[in-house]
């Protein structure tokens, strides 16, 4: 009976390590390195440019648009001036640059789309 409830116990520690190693591997390195910014309840980020974002572009289409889509600065502009042609965006005027800064800090490309590999002393025992 020891030997099971020690087992227990020793999965439990194990467990909580993983959940820590895990948690602390998570999103790219901005986020890695600082708390973000709350998100509406579509998933935009609340921050500065936000509400531009909002207004221009839920105008036309959903906001998980933008959310799904990570692309440099110069690729947002190609989608922006497609829009402009084919879908009958207004000009931006002077909220343009504004909106490709938010666009730019917060859906930029990824850094990464994997967690990294977990540590040799969390993984199982290699079987022969």
């Known amino acids: ?21 895990c948690a602390s591997y998570g999103g790219d390195s901005y986020a890695a390195s600082t708390a973000l910014p ?16 909002k207004a221009h572009c839920s105008a036309c289409h959903s906001p998980s648009l933008i959310v799904q889509n990570h692309m440099r600065r110069e690729r ?28 730019e800090t917060w859906y930029g490309p990824k850094t990464q789309y994997r967690r990294p590999p977990l540590p040799e002393a969390l993984m199982p025992p290699k079987t022969q």
Request: glycine fraction near 8%; charge should be negative.
């Open 38 to 53: 709350p998100k509406d309840e579509n998933g935009l980020v609340k921050a500065e440019g936000y509400q531009l974002v």
């Open 76 to 103: 947002w502009l190609e989608t922006i001036r497609w829009m402009q042609a084919t879908q009958k965006l207004w000009p931006l005027g002077e909220a343009e640059p504004a909106i490709l800064d938010y666009l």
């Open 1 to 21: 009976m020891d030997r099971l409830h020690g087992g227990k116990a020793l999965l439990a520690v194990l467990q909580t390590s993983l959940f820590c190693v």
